[in-house]
């Protein structure tokens, strides 16, 4: 794993875009993973400005997005389909053929699942995007999920629903359930950039770089990829080292 610690979110932001924006001008119709959550909406800002000031076009470029709850319609404001267009899509050239989102209904769940790792294993991602979980997890990946797995349906951990409840009316309101890329899609991309900031990270972060290798701190896992880069600053870095 190769390590950048930097000196506020500012600065995470923008080296975490900075390897985004490198992969499109050398290949402009790469094939990105995609992240929500709050730790990614400053690099998905970065992207849009790449963008607008004509330095990078997404007209070719392939998007796969790691997940997306069960239960809520992809209207709903805190779909991850609602969320990628509020952040990112509706601001570039993207062609929306292009853009990929696991399916969370028209069809039995599991072969929308097992529909989405095979278009995935068809476009191999080549820069996958992740934030990290304060459980450690990537994507949906929740603590105990096994290693092997392929896309799937999961029930979100009480922490990650706490986590995420502020983004929704009430905790009632955060869907149980999500579909979400597995391990082993992730650890098939290229390369893997993974971000965090704010000192609520820090314990994740010290065990996915520092900790056994064990699916109860999913990303743990990512110490086996060949090009895994962490870039955190320094409050979430603040128990490495210790
Ligand atoms: C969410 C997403 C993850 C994300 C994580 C951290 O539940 N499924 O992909 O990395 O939680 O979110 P945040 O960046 O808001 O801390």
Do not use: W
């Not at 992969?23 to 690099?43: C, E, Q, Y």
């Not at 304060?134 to 979100?156: K, W």
Request: aromatic share 8%; proline share 4%.
């Amino acid at each position: 794993m190769e390590l950048i610690i930097c000196k506020n979110e500012e600065e995470v932001t923008r080296q975490t875009a900075n390897l985004i924006i490198k992969d499109i001008i050398l290949d402009p119709k790469t094939t990105l993973g995609l992240a929500t959550g709050s730790s990614p909406i400053g690099v998905y800002e970065k992207l849009v400005n790449a963008y607008q000031s004509g330095l990078i076009s997404f007209k070719d470029v392939e998007t796969f997005n790691l997940d997306e709850y069960i239960g809520i319609d992809r209207s709903h404001p805190q779909s991850y389909y609602s969320f990628m267009n509020q952040h990112l899509f509706n601001h570039i050239d993207i062609n929306r053929d292009n853009i990929h989102l696991p399916r969370n209904h028209g069809g039995e769940l599991e072969d929308l699942a097992n529909e989405y790792s095979k278009m995935i294993d068809e476009s191999e991602i080549e820069l996958q995007l992740l934030g990290i979980g304060s459980n450690g997890h990537i994507g949906f990946n929740e603590p105990g999920t096994p290693f092997r797995n392929e896309t799937f349906i999961v029930e979100l951990d009480e922490q990650t629903r706490n986590d995420n409840a502020r983004f929704f009316s009430s905790l009632e309101e955060v869907p149980k359930f999500a579909i979400t890329m597995g391990i082993k899609n992730i650890m098939r991309a290229k390369k893997i950039v993974v971000l965090a900031f704010g000192k609520n990270k820090s314990d994740a972060v010290y065990k996915m770089i520092n900790g056994n290798i064990t699916n109860l701190l999913p990303a743990s896992i990512l110490q086996l990829h060949p090009n895994c880069t962490v870039i955190i600053d320094e409050a979430a870095a603040s128990k490495l080292n210790k």
